[in-house]
């Protein structure tokens, strides 16, 4: 058996979706020596994002039409998402400086869908009290309740006014301060970015750190609480790559693996490519890399990635949007996500727009379940619907030293993703990663 690579590392990463390229670059400033293989011929794996020849050619839908531009004027992302100014996938890109090698702009609007129609999540006082969303009454309260979020403190007793978050629901905070049942469902879904109406009976306290982080995001830039980096998602795990390749790490693209290999204790000690083989005392990787035994499904997620040649109407002919559709408006449990990027993102030619409808399959028909979002598009130019199981991993790999991350959700936002990354790092190296850094400098490098 012939050495692949180097023969041997510390770990072999399979995969360059973002979450295996952020531990990969973890790792290697911590002075581990890695390998990282992909099967695929570019970084991003699921999440890459794809000129416009290559989008056709991945959902098989013949030449892409000379009317469309250029070819290099795109850069569609197959896992559409934005990033929150605040959350935790900004500190984690300026915790590993990855900020230098990206320019970020910010989204220009958040929208929620409510009674038939699209109405702009305010992101201003000024805004607050001229939105449709609310009544005139309940403006007043709303505000209070704002007041009441932004200087609530959890380690400071004195800013909670008598109200224990960790007992108290989210039910009984929004009746508390007298708001209507409209009113929690869009501060639920579209500020504090809840999935489903289960968080209601729950415990308040983390729905409540959800909304804080939408806020300080918000009151960043003013506009949305989202950035999003130029030329698209993909450059996320191209950062993060190049952070691994400065302190040693070896990249093996087009290099699928046959098999994992396991010691006789059922622990993973390499991987095994045709007559050649790696060792290292670790595998970390997505569920694709896999057996069936390591991962269970978790569900199933439907993305139609539209092209248009125009703004999605009703969001004031905006470059950049982000429409949430709460499930219970529409008849169902999950929310539907609408993102929308242009060529202002150096995403796609002058004049054409992306617009990605993504949600949990519930219905039977993935078509019926994105067609709320489908609807609110106007014409359409260009098509492409996804269907894709999600996984994540059965063990934590403390027994098999397999560590494996989850899919990514429906979500158009990074932040249960980051949770996941979060505990894969935690599970890959023993510790806790430092999320203490400020996230006030993500145009430059500091």
Avoid: W
Avoid at 37 to 59: I, P, Q, T, V
Avoid at 250 to 259: G, R, S, V
């Amino acid at each position: 058996m012939e050495p692949l690579a180097d023969g041997e590392y510390d770990a072999i990463v399979l995969g360059t979706g973002l979450k295996e390229c952020v531990i990969s670059g973890l790792l290697s400033v911590k002075g581990k020596k890695i390998l990282q293989m992909d099967r695929n011929g570019y970084y991003g794996g699921d999440g890459a994002s794809l000129n416009l020849s290559n989008l056709f050619e991945k959902f098989q839908a013949g030449e892409a039409p000379t009317n469309l531009g250029a070819n290099r004027d795109y850069n569609v992302d197959l896992i559409p998402k934005f990033i929150m100014a605040y959350g935790n996938l900004t500190k984690m890109l300026l915790h590993t400086k990855v900020t230098r090698y990206l320019e970020f702009k910010s989204i220009t609007g958040s929208y929620v869908y409510k009674d038939g129609k699209i109405l702009k999540v305010p992101a201003t006082p000024e805004e607050a009290l001229r939105s449709p969303l609310m009544g005139l009454f309940e403006k007043r309260r709303f505000r209070k309740f704002i007041i009441f979020i932004n200087q609530y403190e959890a380690e400071k007793p004195e800013t909670h006014e008598s109200r224990d978050l960790n007992t108290m629901t989210m039910r009984q905070l929004y009746e508390d301060f007298g708001l209507l049942a409209d009113t929690h469902q869009f501060i639920s879904h579209a500020m504090c970015l809840e999935l489903d109406e289960k968080h209601m009976d729950a415990p308040a306290a983390p729905t409540i750190k959800n909304l804080k982080t939408y806020c300080d995001s918000l009151s960043r830039y003013g506009t949305s609480p989202y950035i999003y980096p130029i030329y698209g998602l993909g450059g996320l795990p191209e950062g993060f790559s190049r952070i691994c390749a400065i302190h040693g790490g070896t990249f093996m693209l087009n290099q699928d693996i046959d098999e994992i290999l396991y010691d006789d204790s059922g622990k993973a000690c390499g991987v095994k490519a045709g007559n050649q083989m790696a060792k290292a005392g670790m595998v970390i990787g997505d569920p694709s890399y896999f057996p069936p035994e390591k991962v269970k499904p978790t569900g199933i997620l439907v993305r139609c990635i539209c092209i248009l040649n125009h703004p999605i109407p009703n969001t004031s002919d905006s470059e950049s949007v982000q429409i949430i559709i709460p499930g219970p408006q529409v008849g169902r449990v999950n929310d539907i996500f609408v993102c929308c990027v242009g060529n202002a993102l150096a995403v796609s030619a002058p004049g054409i727009y992306i617009a990605i409808v993504s949600t949990i399959v519930e219905k039977g028909s993935p078509d019926e379940d994105v067609a709320p979002g489908l609807q609110l598009l106007g014409p359409i130019l260009k098509r492409f619907t996804s269907v894709s199981t999600t996984f994540e991993p059965v063990g934590d790999g403390s027994d098999d030293k397999c560590y494996i991350s989850s899919s990514f959700d429906a979500t158009s936002h990074f932040e249960s993703d980051c949770d996941d990354l979060l505990s894969l790092y935690k599970r890959v190296s023993g510790e806790e990663l430092d999320m203490t850094i400020s996230a006030e400098n993500v145009e430059g490098d500091y």
